[in-house]
């Protein structure tokens, strides 16, 4: 399929049903041209092909060969975690919504090769962990640790991707088995009564829901949300933790209608919460959904870092206090800023506001993409916001360099499954109309809305959208104005609009030809932005963004000698933007100006005056964008940068 043609309908990773309560509904989209497109293209290319080797270096798939043969003495597992099979479906996942982009024969090869190993390997009355069917122990006895209902939603999610690509019901027939095994085992009255230490499943067995039309997928979905924050879940054994995180961890200190902060886990608790958005858009429950929005708020204003990375703590991969939002020490893993995005999209199609847009885009262009090598082959578990030179780090999965893949390989699946279905975040359709949320050359349709995007945000601020459809009649067309925007311009077919959006929304309303083209223009200037006063880790500084992007300082770009622990800007100096064509993949940079601290030769490390010596020359100081940092090896790299104080009079 070229990259021109029309996308298909319905292929995303959440479509709620025709009777739901959601205001907005997923549109279809093809990116076709800019940074999303190359960042897709590489993940086409690079990250889901290495994707099957990796699994087998790690023992992944051999364990669901393992698994398969009931006529011999049971293989040992292989690998260090109970989880270890959702890797596999994550990828799978990633592969489906691939091919629903563009077809790929070897890839469609690979997949179905894959979907042959595991469907042996379930157990006649539906189970399905290999972990646990190799000897890891009794099935359902180590709710907290044993993750069984955790890779059974990643199995599901990857069994409906796989048939809404393709029509093919090989996988979708393995979930579908569980998913009743799993319904006849759990519930009040039923064997297990008690939910799974990592949510997942909720968000998977609503989507079955949506898929098959079964009722009962629905009140399993419930039963589990309903069930958490009731104290069920125990530590137990587990290979790897040798104490009890408590019930915040998890979640299961409060129901969530009595919650009234993020805590614990930081994916766990927003993968939760998708569940619990799932829930409010199929039922439309609008206490749920107020609480939704409360819990939401709680985290982006208070436990979210500039990047859009969350979950502030190596301890546990935790969310801090309130405005506990460390630069050096902000863990902010990858894949908890896959599950924000997730989150936030769930309430932007439940309410139809614009600020979940506003920081999927954050998230999506910076705490996320710093996840996810130039190469599509080195990745990041963690995100901090600050790297010094002579980093002391926690070796393994937990350093700030990248690594070509993890002892705990679940970021970069979930990147791949992310990147491939990413059109689908970008556009939705109404009752009213039709809504552009994301900003990316392509092309985006539902039903008989059809719209062309060109554009090179986000290093140019202009949007051009052109109707090659419409509806008969009066409709809405809308786009998003960022919260970062303080102005705009827009023209519809060379007359101005009123330049004003209340509500977030630039929002047309006509009736509209095909032909007709809506220019938005952005207000973009590098903006020096200072912390929250709260947030005492940050006091005294500020970070460079522009658009949607948020900036860094690597030490490879500045002048020789140049200690970026030594260096304080001045925002009130000018900055410079260039573009550089052949640096990190084509960015903007960002030239400020700066002053280096005279390096001091005290011994001891505290004074009386307000601030060290500075060196009287400007320094040039360039930055580039934070999702591309650590693409040149090791080094150090710092978002927020203390800020100079005024001379004295």
Partial sequence: MSPEQTPAAGHGPIVPSPQSAAVLWPAAGRVSAGMWAQRRATNADASIPEGPGRLEEAGNLANFRAAAQTDTAPTAFT?????????????????????????????AAETEKIIAQIRPAQRPDGYLQTYYQLGGGTPWSELGWGHELYCAGHLIQAAIAHYRATGGTELLDVAVKFADHIAAAFGPCAAVDGVCGHPQIETALIELYRTTGQQRYLDLA??????????????????????????????????IRQADEVVGHAVRQLYLLAGAADLAIETGDSELTAKLQDLWQDMAGTKTSLTGGVGARYDWEAFGDPYELPADRSYNETCAAIASVHFSWRMALLTGQTRYSDLIERTLYNGFLSGVGLDGRHWLYVNPLHRRAHAHERPGDQTATRTEWFRCACCPPNAMRLLASLPHYFATHSSEGFQLHQYATGIYTSGDFTVRVATRYPWESRITATIDQ?????????????????????????????????????????????????????????????????????????????GPLVYCLEAVDQPAGVDLEEIVIDPTSPATVTGAPNLLGGVNTLTVHGRCQRPDDSWWPYRTEAQAELLQENVPLTAVPYGVWGNRGSGAMRVWLPEQTPDPA
């Fill in 79 to 107: 690998g260090d975690f109970q989880f270890q099979d959702s890797d596999v479906y994550k990828w799978l996942e990633a592969a489906a919504w691939q091919l629903a982009d563009t077809p790929a024969p070897a890839l």
């Fill in 222 to 255: 419930r039963y589990f949300l309903d069930r958490r924050g009731q104290g069920t879940l125990t530590a137990g054994a587990d290979r790897g933790h040798d104490r009890d995180p408590g019930p915040e961890f998890w979640q299961d200190h409060l129901p």
């Fill in 470 to 546: 419409a509806p008969p009649g009066v409709t809405s067309f809308s786009l998003r104005i960022p919260a970062w925007c303080d102005g705009f311009q827009a023209r519809l077919n060379d007359t101005s609009v009123d330049a004003t959006a209340p509500d977030g929304w630039l929002t047309v309303t006509r009736a509209f030809s095909s032909g007709d083209t809506l220019v938005l223009d952005l207000d973009m200037p590098v903006r020096f932005t200072r912390p929250h006063h709260r947030v005492d880790a940050l006091r005294g500084m500020r970070a460079l963004e522009r």
